[in-house]
């Protein structure tokens, strides 16, 4: 069993080196604990910093591309390197490597695919209420999209099998957290938390910058993935909006015209039959994007397979082809 521990960074160089220190190397049940940084392109010594530090291995973009591309490279890194499990960890030291064995425990056991570090926010004094209140109700609404009970959904520190990180693919660029639940869920996979601790904050948060971006890059997040996964539903409800916008003026027209008046009433007719209309337009964007989505998930299955094959004959070819492998150095 190998377990890769991912850290994201984006000019981490005060930080990271306590973060890697603190990361378990032996593991009850785990033969082999490697670390990996991507460095986001870093204009600090990122980098090096993660070197010095014992990093086994670094994904360096040249430029910055966000949280969730960096995830992404991070996940498709460590397939290649034969990742039988994968923990993705915040550079700033926010997590702690001791919860990593309650981190991968149900992976380790078959019981889930992906396990949610569960901050407790509730009783965590640092932040303010106000984040508190947005914590909680960001998470309520990604537990009702995606249909699972995960309590602290935009935690970072989290436990993915092989399975899971072949299975899910993020496309959103703000963060990979509510994304990747609710993938996880759609695609039938086993979602669990468990509780964690945090430590003493080191620096400000870098993703929640003010709460305003914070609401609306979640909101968009949400939108598009649920979007992506219920068109139908989506546009039906959007659509019925619209209907019931319209409706109301084309029934003040019919009764005027039953009156008689129906002549200076016109105005309501129209403005009713172009929401009608518009609900109509709704409806059929829906039909047409779900029959779309059968589309993607025939490509999510095609990609699925590639990735197996890509990803297995690579790790196999990294792993003959390393001399002095660290793991293998241990067992000898
Ligand atoms: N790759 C990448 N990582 C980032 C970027 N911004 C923040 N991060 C990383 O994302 C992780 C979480 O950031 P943090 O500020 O701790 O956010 P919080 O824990 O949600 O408050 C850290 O490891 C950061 O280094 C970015 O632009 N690119
Ligand atoms: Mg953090």
Redesign the pocket.
Known sequence: MKLIVQ????N?EHTLAVTIADIPRDIPGIDCVEVLV?D?GSTDRTSEVALASGADHIVRLKS?Q??AR?FRAGMDACLELGADIVVNT???N?YMGADIPALIAPVLSGQADLVIGDRQTASISHFSPIKKALQWFGSYVVRRLSGTNVPDT?S?FRAYSREAAIRINVLSNFSHTIETIIQASRRNLTITSVPIRTNKVLRE????KSIPHFISQSLITMVRVYAMYKPLRVFFFAGLVFFLIGVAPIIRFIYFYLQGAGQGNIQSLLLGSMFVLMAVFAWLIGLVADLMSFNRQLQELTLERVKRIEFDLIAKAKASSTKVNDCRKDED
């Open positions: 850290i994201p960074c984006y981490e991507i986001d910055n966000g949280l960096a915040d550079a700033d926010q935009v970072g948060s870098r993703l929640f």
